[in-house]
Antibody, heavy 124, light 110 residues
Framework: QVQLQESGPGLVKPSQTLSLTCTVS??????????WTWIRQPAGKGLEWIGR???????NYNPSLGGRVTISTDTSKNQFSLRLTYVTAADTAVYYC????????????????WGQGTLVTVSS | QSVLTQPPSVSAAPGQKVTISCSGS????????VYWYQQFPGTAPKLLIY???QRSSGIPDRFSGSKSDTAATLDITGLQTGDEAAYYC???????????FGGGTKLTVL
């Protein structure tokens, strides 16, 4: 069974960098045909796809985040990480990490395993 | 403002049927498969439907999905109080090069 667990500071000051790590068990971040993804959800609101990294190291990011996002992997620890720079109160959310799978004929992708989520608050 | 449009809420009585719509465009739903997630408060979303109409493992056949052109629907029949949750549609947007979600629909079983 694949399991994912987010970790990182729960409080970040405005204009600083949010850094989260997702530890994966039951699978490897550098093998297989999976993407490793970050998704967030502000309180009482909907889901927002942040970005992902493939096993080759290639990445895709949500353009609405204006180039503030970096996702990377640490294969020695079987982890992948999120960095979001210049945060504001609008970045306050529950952040989820997830494994993303290519759908039929790769016309789409879906997340089949999710972490439990971690709340990050941006406040001074 | 979400790229995919869903009604904020729907409601129906136990045993009845409800349909949740998801509207997109030619660059997302028009080109790619649609996925549906169910989310209970305080928990991570759970995959219900993949590739437009395929039920995920363990999902009862009361849940079904369909897609036509740039829109998709999730049907839930035989409603149960345990179905009360938020439902999200999702797909890939080929123009954005990013995943996109609907704003979510809160289902109330009266």
């Amino acid at each position: 069974q694949v399991q994912l667990q987010e970790s990182g500071p729960g409080l970040v000051k405005p204009s600083q960098t949010l850094s989260l790590t997702c530890t994966v068990s039951g699978d490897s971040v550098n093998s297989g045909s999976y993407y490793w993804t970050w998704i967030r959800q502000p309180a009482g609101k909907g889901l927002e796809w942040i970005g992902r990294i493939y096993t080759t190291g290639s990445t895709n990011y949500n353009p609405s985040l204006g180039g503030r996002v970096t996702i990377s992997t640490d294969t020695s620890k079987n982890q992948f990480s999120l960095r979001l720079t210049y945060v504001t109160a609008a970045d306050t959310a529950v952040y989820y990490c997830a494994r993303e799978v290519c759908g039929g004929d790769c016309y789409g992708y879906y997340s089949d395993f999710w972490g439990q989520g971690t709340l990050v608050t941006v406040s001074s | 403002q979400s790229v995919l449009t869903q009604p904020p809420s729907v409601s129906a009585a136990p045993g009845q049927k409800v349909t949740i719509s998801c509207s997109g465009s030619s660059s997302n739903i028009g080109k790619n498969h649609v996925y549906w997630y169910q989310q209970f408060p305080g928990t991570a979303p759970k995959l219900l439907i993949y590739d437009n109409n395929q039920r995920s493992s363990g999902i009862p056949d009361r849940f079904s999905g369909s897609k036509s052109d740039t829109a998709a629907t999730l049907d839930i029949t035989g409603l149960q109080t345990g179905d009360e949750a938020a439902y999200y549609c999702a797909t890939w947007d080929s123009s954005l090069g990013a995943g996109v979600f609907g704003g979510g629909t809160k289902l109330t079983v009266l």
